[in-house]
């Protein structure tokens, strides 16, 4: 079984739709992410969480929003996509604390592919 | 200048060959390195950290550390067509906590 899932992992949109994409983790981990990546642009953190009640946003977090709903699950939201927000988008995970700088070793989801028309 | 610093390529060399693999960053306090592989339409899959200067070595993977001049490199050695992929270097900058900046990645070709 995977350890990070996200759902769905294909979705096309239309302009101006809400859309919810959903993560879940079986790792046991504290701190998730959202991350979107475009070509030539590299991965970019969207938002962050360390714990359920911490949630902080990235350095795109525009047009975005989340939601933390227990340790396993964090989810991101398009309030009103637009075509711009077309990108793979990956959450990942990684521990809080750990022996060494290990803990910051993060672990990604297979992505979920948006189109937004 | 951009954080973390890595060419596009492709970077192609023959099967068997050694793959060189670089990477500069800015933040002087980093402390954190890693390497990540991505198969085109997947996702990021961690294969190397490192966090003290020098080499650290794993199967066929190397890699190598130079905090003073700020580069990190991977080394594949005995490249097989399956390496095909891109490369991602991660940074973690002084006083990120776990957060990781990424550079764009290179383009690894291993041809036959």
């Known amino acids: 079984d995977a350890d990070v899932t996200q759902t769905p992992r294909n979705r096309i949109t239309k302009t101006g739709k809400r859309i919810m994409l959903e993560c879940s983790q079986t790792k046991g981990h504290d701190r998730m992410y959202w991350y979107r990546q475009d070509p030539g642009l590299g991965l970019r953190l969207i938002y962050y969480s360390f714990d359920v009640k911490d949630i902080n946003k990235g350095e795109i977090s525009d047009g975005y929003s989340v939601s933390r709903q227990a340790q396993a699950k964090f989810s991101l939201s398009l309030e009103s996509a637009i075509p711009n927000q077309t990108a793979l988008y990956f959450c990942?995970?990684?521990?809080?604390?750990?022996?060494?700088?290990?803990?910051?070793?993060?672990?990604f989801g297979p992505g979920t592919r948006l189109t937004v028309l | 200048q951009k954080e973390v610093e890595q060419n596009s390529g492709p970077l192609s060399v023959p099967e068997g060959a050694i793959a060189s693999l670089n990477c500069t960053y800015s933040?002087?306090?980093?402390?954190?390195f890693f390497w990540y592989r991505q198969y085109s339409g997947k996702s990021p899959e961690l294969i190397m950290s490192i966090y003290s200067n020098g080499d650290k070595e794993d199967g066929r993977f190397t890699a190598q550390l130079n905090k003073a001049s700020q580069y990190v490199s991977l080394l594949i050695r005995d490249s097989q067509p399956s390496d095909s992929a891109t490369y991602l270097c991660a940074v973690n900058p002084t006083g990120g906590g776990n957060k990781l900046t990424f550079g764009t990645g290179t383009q690894l070709k291993v041809e036959l």
């Open positions: 933040d002087r306090g980093s402390q954190s």
């Open positions: 990942a995970t990684s521990e809080a604390t750990g022996v060494g700088p290990s803990y910051n070793e993060q672990f």
